[in-house]
């Protein structure tokens, strides 16, 4: 999971980034006042990639998909693509904690079968009690 939304958020970077650049060019808005909010924004996305798998990492993931929609308010193009990464963060959640699963599986699964022994089963000759012809 981590890799899949590290992605997503690395993503969002540039995004954030450039969406800072269409900001600046309007006569409401301060130069401060974009980079500011965008250097925050950059920010987060960046640190939250180290936050993933630790408790709320995910749920400040949401956080920042809603304020990149709402982000649309100042550059409209931002509601398409706060929305398109949306979708990104849930199939990177979604399938990132699928994938995680089945490594899980597939470690338990080694891990069954290195302490079965050399033969497959357990108490297989040459195993520690077994009886040697």
């Given at each position: 999971?981590?890799?899949?939304?590290?992605?997503?958020?690395?993503?969002?970077?540039?995004?954030?980034?450039?969406?800072?650049?269409?900001?600046?060019?309007?006569?409401?808005?301060?130069?401060?006042?974009?980079?500011?909010?965008?250097?925050?924004?950059?920010?987060?996305?960046?640190?939250?990639?180290?936050?993933?798998?630790?408790p709320g990492g995910v749920?400040?993931?949401?956080?920042?998909?809603?304020?990149?929609?709402?982000?649309?308010?100042?550059?409209?193009?931002?509601?398409?693509?706060?929305?398109?990464?949306?979708?990104?963060?849930?199939?990177?959640?979604?399938?990132?904690?699928?994938?995680?699963?089945?490594?899980?599986?597939?470690?338990?699964?080694?891990?069954?079968?290195?302490?079965?022994?050399?033969?497959?089963?357990?108490?297989?000759?040459?195993?520690?009690?077994?009886?040697?012809?």
């Open positions: 999971m981590r890799t899949l939304c590290a992605s997503t958020l690395i993503g969002e970077c540039f995004v954030i980034g450039f969406a800072g650049l269409v900001a600046m060019k309007s006569d409401d808005l301060s130069m401060t006042t974009v980079w500011t909010v965008c250097g925050v924004g950059m920010l987060l996305s960046v640190l939250l990639c180290g936050m993933i798998t630790r749920q400040l993931g949401w956080a920042l998909q809603i304020l990149l929609i709402a982000s649309g308010f100042v550059v409209p193009e931002m509601f398409v693509l706060g929305l398109v990464f949306a979708a990104l963060w849930w199939a990177s959640v979604h399938y990132g904690r699928g994938i995680d699963e089945a490594k899980a599986r597939w470690a338990a699964q080694a891990e069954a079968a290195d302490t079965a022994g050399p033969g497959g089963t357990a108490g297989a000759a040459g195993a520690p009690g077994a009886e040697t012809a």
